[in-house]
């Protein structure tokens, strides 16, 4: 694959997943949990879109490869 492609796929990949993943930590904090019930997945949620990140970063974007 191109770098080009590699790095459109990869891009539309994260941002599926940060979607998802947002979305699902919406619905629980406004949901029966409630802010602080929901609170604990919002923090492992953001921890996880920071691994996507980097690893969006690393696999697609830097150049040393």
């Known amino acids: 694959m191109s770098r080009l492609v590699t790095v459109?796929?990869?891009?539309?990949?994260?941002?599926?997943?940060?979607?998802?993943?947002?979305?699902?930590?919406?619905?629980?904090?406004?949901?029966?949990a409630g802010f602080k019930g929901g609170l604990p997945f919002m923090v492992i949620a953001i921890f996880v879109i920071a691994l996507a990140l980097f690893d969006f970063w690393q696999e697609a974007i830097r150049k040393d490869k």
Do not use: D, Y
């Open 8 to 32: 459109i796929v990869a891009a539309i990949g994260t941002a599926l997943m940060m979607t998802f993943v947002i979305g699902l930590s919406h619905s629980i904090s406004t949901g029966f």
